[in-house]
DNA sequence: TGCGAGATAATGTATAGGCATATAATTGGC
DNA sequence: GCCAATTATATGCCTATACATTATCTCGCA
């Protein structure tokens, strides 16, 4: 099996870029030349040209079919192999991993968004509101075992007049003092300690549960119909923030996730 | 070579580099000097001290704090950027990202793996299995306007003597031709095709429905009970491969996603 | 035959420098 | 004073090289 079937994508001269292309003729033309590599790489896994366990050429065979250097057939390699798609062993080289389980980025916007998404007027209100101790039931929720003060929420998003979504918050009022005064009446508690602390580490469940009668009335649906539930423990620098769980009526809501190989793993800065 | 001793003499003071006001260093010391550098400027954003929008050193400011070349950094930042956690501009710097919308890594395993992490004997049956032409809509699950002949499946998991799981599945038996005469006695029709098409690209859509009659009598529920339903479109190079639903009953399972702002992205060898 | 000492092959990491490109800031011409 | 041209800056991408690390293979020698 002759391996160069895809090496017609040498590079005519370096130095030499072709036209500064005026209006994108053809699909993606990938402009550098490692993105070039690593697709033409990732095509072949992805067509099945090069199975799971297979060998890919070393990194000297790489540099010369491209005639480049190693830095940059090492750059795509290693970053593929962070990316888990292959696996590289000192002394023998590069291997197709064989995928145990497939991983999906799941995208979770802020409820705002999803309505806006949806062309509805979006508006939410707060049920409930205390300040209180963690109970040992509530540091289990948080995942932490010292006793901290926590504001406790309970707040309803609203699709238009229809209920869009219940949500059930604890806030560790150590780690973000500032909740204890802020009046959520402009910004959503989630949106208002994603601006306090944006960034943090968070473990995400998702299940389906059958309306209890409190949260039946709350979304005006009937009592025992299946909803959508997300919970997520939020930690920054070691200390949990906050607790969500989010209940949404079955059928008005959707989690998309897409697994992609490499590539769009983030969000996009719009 | 005075070449040699300098770079030798650069290692040494590279040891004891500051490390930008770091104050956890109680870890473990990373290997390696990027992973450092990375270590480091993430723990200041997760942390908060570098909050979004603000302009995190550039380059040639961290070359110095570091002692190193700006090959080294920039693998850093480019690495960062790939991951969404900075954007950088030219001329301008870089500059910490304000998530607009969570992305958690969602890890999808196969369902026989699932029921072996409850530590309850796995099974599975086929409940029906026909070969047909793609109407509309099953078109329209596959994603595809092509009419190509399709394998239909249904099949049901248990997880001991209980249900776990039911499978609604269409294969593409175009791109998988082989899947028309597999006889699914051993393998279940998801890892069988994993292990043909191994690398591919999906859409994943996570809803929560109640249990039609059909369905609920499949997997011994009440009718209209709640249900965790996973719809999945497989692509593998430009054309469709397969279409599953999974269907879950409601408290029997949970989806698990993790937020890591980098690394862990993708799942680890066994 | 057994076995330890290289030789070797592949990746891992880092350096130093280069050109290219986009854009903010500055300057020059009017 | 305003707009255009230039310059400076910071990133983007690539090269060529070096040395370190690790696992595999092979060869010489007792």
Known sequence: MKKNENAESLRSVKGKAAAP???E???????????RILGDIQGNILSGRWGPGQRIPVEHELMRQYRCSRMTVNKVLTQMAQAGMIERRRKVGSFVRRPQSQSAVLSIPDIKA???ALNLPYRFEILKRSKRAASRELRALLGTDES???LELVCRHFAGDQP??????????????AAATADFDETSPGAWLLR????????????ATGANADEAARLQVKSGSPCLV???TTRAAQSPITFVRLTYPGNLHELIATFTPLGASAPQPA
Do not use: M
Request: proline share 8%.
């Open 21 to 23: 292309q005026g209006k």
């Open 25 to 35: 003729r053809t699909r993606k033309v990938p402009a550098s030349l490692h993105q």
């Open 114 to 116: 999803e309505v806006d």
């Open 148 to 150: 901290v003060p926590l």
């Open 164 to 177: 869009f979504c219940l949500e059930y918050r604890l806030v560790n009022l150590q780690a973000v003092p």
């Open 196 to 207: 306090q602390v944006p960034w943090n580490v968070a473990d995400n469940r998702i299940r």
């Open 230 to 232: 997300v919970e997520r």
